[in-house]
């Protein structure tokens, strides 16, 4: 958005100007640094202390802001002009937003006296006056000392936005005119950092939503997504719900929408003549397009999409309890029951064979050659080499024999096996050692992986029967990272998907932004699609301009959906915040005037997951400066000033321009502006008279007398309150000069 000229985002009409000028030098700095408070805690960085003002005018000063120690650091927090008829907390809490509770705090409230993370201050007289609390001073001021640290007690400010801060005590809880906050960053952050500030999420929540259901494949038992032709294969049974409909057999859908593009209904039974089979497991895909199943009871078939009948054998033996690609593309492993099997596809002659003491399931990892064979009866993983089809390791299950059946998966990329046994998935490394275990409240009944992002999703699914207490008739879907194990998105509720009627199953896009889930109860296959709330790709920084620069803010975030972005101002150092009118892109651009020095800024990402504020950035605008050094004589005036210079022989300037705020005139300390030099600057006059060096002039629009000996205010330093005749002392003992300069672009982007 780019303003009107003369007007700048969230200036009010006929905003008073609050001019700040920044001194650099050493006889300034020293100034600041005499006039701090003795006894003032001194941080690794003494030099960021801060100041805010409350809502009803309260004053919050903290002497350290940035580069605070993560393990402990001291900090002095100082106040004014807080009510005294509330009580208050003074601590370290994450930072919600306006109007919302600051909430965790470090140490908690403090209604011990105790504690050396919070301060509790009371009115004097307060019944808790005293060892528990301590009074205001006169005028409603506090000095205290708080120590503070990144993270305790439930809060982690490297992961969330955190601020010391006031806030009412637990007497007035919902009280909101004691808030008053300074944000904080610990040593190797900067204020801001971590993706800026999830309002109702975290930045970059990630989550799964409920796109569509699918209901043309019968009663779904098992899924996989061709890599290749991208097409969702699908096992099923008949779904006894539609008894004019026979569903069995092998699906293939769309995964856009979930239409059917095929249905392999026969395969060749015990005699070899064709008949109608479900398709209990899917072993993997074929090259360009199909799949590899096995269809009940011990059938290994073959079909891709458009087929009118599967190809297949059947085993001798026992049932087929579990199928997966061989160790060449011809063959396939069997388990049936405790036997493993590595089978020709197109004869069903079993190459070479293996007998366990017990088991029905495993998880072939080709990677590494090695099977991972399950006995949730005895409570027993064994580990084949493939390579010589020999068992090469036992491990005990935890929790023994008898532990109720789930899945056995392998993670491509890491080689660990994960098994579902009851309510837990026992996470086991390459080597057969357990490395984790992940407890849910449903039963764990499959896991799938996506390499590409390092996820693997769980699904859990409710007993079904609803007299026991631990039941809802609610399955779960959750997301962990491969390698730490924690959560990696928010958990998603599944309605309705039981066990009773059969194990939901798994398959992932690869990236992991859609995910399809059975539900066999149900006779329906969920497709979910990811989300992300915003998170902030590009911050904002504080900048500064002169009086009339053009400036641009810019901020970009990331998310799923994209995330729409609008500008936010606040004219009382971010207690309140209202919208800039129309700013709803990247970077906000406007004319800088005096009137917006101090004026905070912040972008605002939104989408369906969750909103996400960057940190607030301060702009601070400074007089734009006129004329040359003393003496020039002035030609016509530039889109900067405004006017042409004027020396200290009166001389009088040219033609005034467009951008300056008005007439300036400067010479060294011992000439003489001549009387009633003049600059002109879109109709308004300033004038200089006297001796000594002047700067200064009328503001853009009015008419104005130059102040002498360094007019103007001092950049406000947050460190301590200097008087205005020091501040004046310091720019006039450090000599500084006005010297003309070219209009420029300042852009406050990181």
């Known amino acids: 958005m780019t303003s009107t000229p003369g007007t700048a985002p969230g200036t009010p009409p006929g905003g008073q100007s609050r001019l700040r000028?920044?001194?650099?030098?050493?006889?300034?700095?020293?100034?600041?640094?005499?006039?701090?408070?003795?006894?003032?805690?001194?941080?690794a960085d003494a030099g960021t202390p801060k100041t805010a003002t409350g809502p009803q005018g309260q004053k919050l000063t903290v002497s350290a802001t940035t580069g605070l120690d993560p393990a402990q650091q001291k900090v002095r927090v100082q106040g004014e002009g807080y009510g005294l008829t509330t009580g208050i907390y003074v601590a370290l809490c994450k930072d919600n937003g306006d109007n919302r509770v600051p909430s965790p705090c470090l140490g908690g409230a403090d209604m011990s006296g105790g504690s050396k993370t919070s301060q509790w201050i009371v009115p004097?007289?307060?019944?808790?006056?005293?060892?528990?609390?301590?009074?205001?001073?006169?005028g409603g001021t506090f000095d205290v000392e708080i120590e503070i640290a990144q993270k305790g007690d439930g809060l982690d400010c490297a992961e969330v936005a955190c601020s010391v801060v006031t806030r009412a005590d637990h007497r007035a809880a919902g009280d909101r005119t004691q808030d008053v906050r300074i944000p904080v960053a610990f040593a190797g952050q900067d204020p801001g950092d971590g993706g800026g500030e999830g309002v109702d999420v975290p930045a970059g929540t990630v989550s799964y939503r409920s796109a569509a259901d699918f209901t043309t494949a019968g009663k779904p038992l098992d899924l996989l997504l061709h890599p290749d032709s991208k097409k969702l294969y699908v096992g099923a049974d008949n779904l006894p719900d539609t008894a004019d409909v026979d569903e069995r057999g092998l699906h293939v859908l769309n995964p856009e929408n979930g239409a059917s593009e095929s249905w392999i209904s026969q395969a060749p039974g015990s005699t070899g003549a064709l008949r109608a089979s479900a398709a209990a497991r899917i072993a993997g895909p074929l090259p360009g397009d199909g799949v590899v199943y096995n269809y009940p009871l011990r059938g290994v078939g073959s079909a891709k999409s458009g087929d009118e009948a599967a190809t297949g054998v059947w085993l001798?033996?026992?049932?087929?309890?579990?199928?997966?690609?061989?160790?060449?593309?011809?063959?396939?492993?069997?388990?049936?029951?405790?036997?493993?099997?590595?089978?020709?596809?197109?004869?069903?002659?079993?190459?070479r064979s293996l007998t366990l003491p017990g088991g029905t399931q495993f998880a072939?990892?080709?990677?590494?050659?090695?099977?991972?064979?399950?006995?949730?009866?005895?409570?027993?993983?064994?580990?084949?080499?493939?390579?010589?089809?020999?068992?090469s390791g036992s491990f005990d299950l935890p929790g023994g024999p008898g532990g109720m059946a789930g899945f056995t998966e392998t993670d491509p990329a890491t080689g660990a096996v994960w098994v579902g046994v009851g309510r837990s998935v026992l996470v086991f490394d390459a080597a057969g050692t357990l490395v984790k275990t992940l407890l849910g409240k449903d039963l764990a009944r499959d896991a799938a992986f996506d390499t590409a992002s390092g996820r693997a999703y769980v699904v859990w699914q409710d007993g079904g029967d609803l007299s026991d207490p631990a039941n809802d008739n609610n399955g779960t879907l959750t997301v962990y990272g491969t390698e730490d194990f924690a959560v990696a998105a928010q958990d998603l509720s599944l309605p309705g998907n039981h066990s009773q009627a059969g194990a939901a199953s798994l398959a992932?896009?690869?990236?992991?932004?859609?995910?399809?889930?059975?539900?066999p109860a149900e006779g329906k296959i969920t497709k979910l699609v990811r989300q992300v709330s915003p998170l902030v790709t590009r911050a904002p920084a504080d900048l500064t301009a002169k009086e009339g620069e053009e400036v641009a803010i810019r901020a970009e975030a990331e998310g799923t959906p994209e995330p729409t972005v609008r500008w936010q101002v606040s004219t009382d150092d971010a207690q309140t915040w209202k919208d800039v009118e129309g700013a709803t892109e990247s970077a906000l651009t406007f004319t800088a005037r005096t009137a917006q020095d101090g004026y905070r800024y912040r972008a605002e990402f939104r989408n369906d997951v969750g909103t996400t504020r960057t940190a607030a950035v301060t702009l601070t605008v400074t007089a734009a400066t006129g004329g040359d050094t003393g003496g020039d004589v002035g030609g016509n005036g530039d889109a900067s000033n405004g006017a042409g210079s004027t020396g200290s022989d009166g001389s009088t300037g040219g033609d005034g321009g467009t951008q300056s705020s008005g007439g300036s005139t400067t010479g060294d300390s011992d000439s003489t502006g001549g009387s009633g030099s003049t600059?002109?600057?879109?109709?308004?006059?300033?004038?200089?008279?006297?001796?000594?060096?002047?700067?200064?002039?009328?503001?853009?629009?009015?008419?104005?007398?130059?102040?002498?000996?360094?007019?103007?205010?001092?950049?406000?330093?947050?460190?301590?309150?200097?008087s205005v005749t020091l501040a004046a002392a310091g720019l006039v003992g450090a000599g500084v000069l006005v010297h003309r300069r070219a209009r420029r672009r300042t852009e406050g982007a990181l």
């Open 21 to 43: 000028r920044r001194a650099g030098t050493a006889a300034v700095a020293a100034l600041l640094l005499a006039g701090i408070p003795v006894g003032a805690a001194v941080s």
């Open 124 to 138: 004097p007289g307060d019944p808790y006056e005293g060892d528990l609390a301590q009074a205001f001073g006169p």
């Open 316 to 351: 001798a033996g026992s049932t087929i309890t579990d199928i997966a690609p061989g160790t060449t593309p011809d063959t396939v492993l069997v388990a049936q029951g405790a036997t493993l099997s590595e089978i020709e596809r197109a004869t069903g002659t079993a190459t």
């Open 364 to 391: 072939a990892d080709p990677e590494r050659k090695a099977l991972w064979y399950t006995d949730f009866t005895a409570g027993k993983l064994h580990r084949v080499d493939l390579a010589s089809f020999t068992v």
């Open 508 to 519: 992932v896009e690869p990236g992991g932004a859609t995910v399809f889930v059975t539900s």
């Open 679 to 722: 600059g002109t600057s879109g109709g308004s006059t300033g004038t200089s008279d006297g001796s000594g060096a002047t700067v200064g002039g009328g503001v853009a629009g009015g008419t104005g007398t130059a102040a002498t000996s360094g007019g103007g205010s001092l950049a406000a330093t947050g460190a301590t309150v200097m």
